[in-house]
């Protein structure tokens, strides 16, 4: 085998900082998690599980998340493998209703493919499946295994899976399940997750492990070698964390309020906040969350840890910034019962509040999972949100999330740039398994890396001795 030689210190593909004097990382690693660099990969096709749930209505919103699995991909071809891809896109299967809807123009791995193509100079097949309406994709046509043997005689430079969502099997815990684990197993001779961002126990990050020698990919190593330094962080520390729905969040943020020194709320988890708080009515908040909220309420009088951004901006409609339909308020004039309609954005002019500077500048660690407006229309208070944590260049500066880094691309190119290249920010792939990993306090008990754990272990895993 091909010995593994890491990049220079200070050095490594888009998006990774390697420190100086832990070039490969593996000190800061359970060592009995198995490595990409220890497989056998040899004329072995491996089946790469990364996370490039990247595209909306058919195109790529941010490169990033598969700019940072290209040394994996590097590292397979290098060494002899011959890769199939997958990825999940978007959310096809509806929960509630339990229908799980194919939409090959919206929720495709087509844009990913022609980057890697444009990119990589590699031609990838990806071969088609029967649909059935309404379920999705019951099985792995025996056709693809035309493509397997064109790949392993290197006509092709590599497969890529359709959408794994779309596969009936995936987000099932029954024989749908296992029946698409099995047939995904029966495809390659190695499996490898780079997808720190999917920490879901699903059939394509969790339960394939059950069938195939398995091994972390070069970017999920770097994500857990840097969530550490989230767990145990310079002080202060400040966190920033917005969401879409409270009850979702709830588990990961009252552990991150346990940990933090400062922290400060936005979307409608900040609105639940308030109206917990305050006793007001804020239009799209769940009488449920607000129940939930409460609780939060209480530690905080007690904490005084999170910082309230004291201007926010209503509005009379969800579908567009209309001129005299949109306002700004302030939390000063909330009184109980006091009704509002929609709060969409936080205001601008809060982080320009002493209070608020006070916070953001003192803080030595600093993590973003937040987009803090109603986008594309209200971004006004995320924009200047970004503006004034890159003002503290003393802190190390952790932002995490599709739509985090996505909306700080779209609004601070250069800064997102500078980011990119900056020893003193990192941008995590997957904001929500950041705040998973701090819910449960340790990064190796996430599942889809217990799993991993669990394999090296039934295989016989072992360091090589000259790593030891």
């Not at 593994?4 to 060592?31: I, M």
């Not at 790529?60 to 999940?88: C, F, K, S």
């Not at 639940?272 to 939930?292: H, N, P």
Request: negative net charge.
């Amino acid at each position: 085998m091909v010995p593994y030689v890491p990049y220079p210190p200070g050095q490594g593909k888009v998006g990774y900082t390697v420190p100086e004097g832990q070039e490969d990382g593996h000190e800061l690693l359970d060592p009995s998690l198995p490595l990409l660099q220890h497989a056998d990969l040899k004329d072995k096709v491996v089946l790469l599980r990364v996370d490039h749930n990247v595209v909306k209505k058919g195109k790529i919103m941010d490169q990033y998340r598969i700019e940072v699995t290209l040394a994996t991909m590097y590292n397979i071809i290098e060494r002899g493998g011959r890769p199939i891809i997958m990825t999940h896109v978007g959310r096809p299967y509806d929960k509630k209703t339990k229908v799980l809807t194919v939409r090959r123009n919206d929720e495709t791995i087509d844009p990913v493919v022609a980057y890697l193509q444009r990119k990589l100079h590699i031609k990838f097949a990806v071969p088609l499946f029967n649909v059935t309406d309404n379920e999705g994709i019951h099985d792995i046509d025996t056709s693809i295994n035309w493509l397997i043997h064109d790949l392993r005689e290197r006509k092709i430079g590599g497969i890529y899976l359709p959408n794994t969502r779309w596969f009936a099997g995936e987000e099932d815990k029954g024989e749908k399940m296992e029946r698409f684990v099995v047939q995904l197993a029966g495809l390659a001779d190695v499996f490898v997750n780079d997808a720190f961002g999917s920490w879901q126990p699903h059939a394509s990050t969790y339960y394939i492990t059950k069938y195939l020698p398995s091994f972390a990919g070069l970017c999920m190593q770097n994500e857990l070698t840097h969530v550490r330094e989230i767990l145990n962080p310079k002080k202060p520390f400040l966190a920033i964390v917005a969401g879409a729905k409270y009850d979702t969040k709830i588990g990961p943020l009252n552990a991150m309020y346990k940990k933090v020194d400062r922290l400060i709320l936005g979307g409608l988890i900040y609105n639940t906040f308030l109206c917990a708080k305050y006793g007001v009515k804020i239009r799209g908040v769940e009488d449920s969350d607000i129940q939930l909220a409460k609780e939060l309420v209480e530690d905080d009088k007690v904490g005084h840890k999170i910082v309230e951004l004291p201007f926010l901006v209503e509005s009379d409609t969800l579908e567009a910034r209309i001129e005299g339909k949109y306002r700004t308020i302030s939390i000063k004039d909330f009184t109980p019962g006091k009704e509002y309609s929609y709060v969409v954005d936080v205001d601008p002019s809060p982080f320009d509040e002493p209070h608020v500077v006070e916070a953001l500048d003192s803080a030595r660690t600093i993590f973003v999972n937040a987009v803090m407006g109603l986008m594309p229309n209200f971004w006004h208070g995320t924009s200047k949100m970004d503006e004034r944590i890159d003002c503290n260049r003393a802190a190390q500066k952790f932002f995490g999330g599709g739509d985090t880094l996505q909306e700080f691309k779209s609004l601070h190119p250069g800064l997102y740039q500078k980011a990119l290249e900056s020893p003193k920010y990192y941008l995590f792939t997957g904001g929500g398994t950041v705040l998973k990993v701090i819910e449960e306090g340790d990064p190796f008990a996430l599942p889809t890396v217990k799993a991993l754990i669990a394999n090296g272990k039934e295989y016989g895993y072992k360091v090589p001795t000259a790593e030891i």
